[in-house]
């Protein structure tokens, strides 16, 4: 007899720390053939089906066809979806307390790990049978939801490590930045000092994570900027994604050809379709104080020598 067991769902899930460019990452990469971007899912429960925000392909997410056929096929319609009980374990599962106990398997959270669990199960398959066998991109970013997703059951999960220099993290989070698909209203921010503390964790987890045995792929922000189409060939191969010869038509020297995604939340450049031109972003150089390079580059040191960011007098101030 054939063995009918569905076979694993590859999902790429970009892990790191906010504003390290993981949108243009996860963008670049669902425009690959045989990808599937949907930005960060894990706000799905919350930003699609209770607030209806709008997806990456310009409609409203109840309006998506994308998205309603994924609900039918994975739920039987996402009415029959609790989306309160669905918000509420992320909330209870997502918290950086929980770290511990989600690397254990679950700990005192596992009946509620098994309950999410399922749920994550039945959304990822419900995007890879719509998306026609694609992989799915996963640009959730965050460690908890990470943990998550290693533990779904007829899931592979691969982590693409994405690191950028602290200081351009650092010196993002303080900018004000509106967001077009909230009305306006800006992302949040974030001092420098905090946001060194949260990249040094962020990333010796991240880096811990593979070490445990997820497959991790790192990737760093300024190599990605400098050569694309060299990083994105790299990710696909580490993902085992179809190799056509045509598989980096879209990537032209800096220039790269973003296609329409399904993405629930993210950087407000998830809207943007059709060519953009990939620039390194080092406006830190100029735009941050002296005290506060010194203040970044203190906190994050270790972990700056650890990615090859070899300090310099401007890391000094």
Known sequence: MADRTPCP????????????????????????????????????WSYGLVH????????????????????????????QVDADRAV?????????????ALWRGGGSRSAELAEYGDLLAALYRGIHVVSGGEIVVDNSKQLVAALVARSVPGVDLRVVHLVRRSHGVAHSWT????????????MRRRSPGRTAARWTVDNALFEALGRSG???????????VEAPARELDGMLDYLDAPSDADRLSFVDGLDVTLATDHS???????????????????????????RDRRVVTTLSLPGLVRH??????????
């Not at 900018?175 to 800006?186: L, P, Q, T």
């Not at 997820?214 to 990605?224: K, N």
């Open 88 to 100: 509420e374990l992320r909330r209870r599962l997502q918290r950086n307390k929980n770290v511990p």
């Open 308 to 317: 090859g960011y070899v300090p310099d007098r401007s890391d000094a101030g």
């Open 214 to 224: 997820t497959p991790r792929h790192t990737l760093r922000y300024e190599d990605f």
């Open 9 to 44: 769902v590859r999902v790429a899930y970009i892990g790191g720390t906010g504003r390290s460019g993981s949108t243009l990452v996860a963008r670049s990469l669902g425009s690959a053939p045989g990808m599937c971007s949907v930005g960060e899912l894990c706000w799905l």
């Open 52 to 79: 209806d925000r709008p997806c990456g392909c310009g409609q409203a997410f109840s309006a998506c066809p994308f998205w309603t056929a994924v609900g039918d096929e994975a739920f039987g319609g996402w009415e």
């Open 264 to 290: 629930v939340w993210g950087n407000p450049m998830r809207l943007e379709t059709g060519p953009i031109r990939v620039r390194p972003d080092v406006g830190w150089r100029t735009g941050m104080s002296a």
């Open 175 to 186: 900018k004000h930045v509106a967001r077009s698909d909230m009305g306006g209203n800006s």
